[in-house]
Nanobody, 127 residues
């Protein structure tokens, strides 16, 4: 069964850290490119970070550069999003998504490139 399951969200004070996980099953994760997206209340969903299938390339939205780090562990079939120096404006539901059969250079930072999504995990940054 095709699945992406996000976890690791929660309530954190400004300046804190969280690590989100995206566990994959039902498809060849080694070949997949991964993207992380978020949607804040009243706002459109936006791309946060992405990593190519062979983990040779990563990309980040300007708003998170230097604070977030994406990784992909093929042995564990899991992608991670390490989020540091969190700000209230990082509050959102965070989703992972994949391109299951990408070109080598595909790094899904836009929704249109992806073909499967997880259900999301809530991240709230508040004092």
């Amino acid at each position: 069964q095709l699945q992406l399951v996000e976890s690791g969200g929660g309530l954190v004070q400004p300046g804190g850290s969280l690590r989100l996980s995206c566990a994959a099953s039902g498809f060849n994760f080694d070949r997949a490119a991964v993207g992380w997206f978020r949607q804040a209340p009243g706002k459109e969903r936006e791309g946060v970070s992405c990593i190519t299938a062979r983990t040779t390339t990563t990309d980040y939205a300007d708003s998170v550069k230097g604070r977030f780090s994406i990784s992909k562990d093929n042995a564990k079939r899991t992608s991670y999003l390490q989020m540091n120096s969190l700000k209230p404006e990082d509050t959102a539901v965070y989703y992972c998504a994949v391109i299951r059969r990408p070109y080598p250079e595909d790094c899904p930072l836009t929704e249109g490139l992806t073909d499967f999504w997880g259900q999301g995990t809530q991240v709230t940054i508040s004092s």
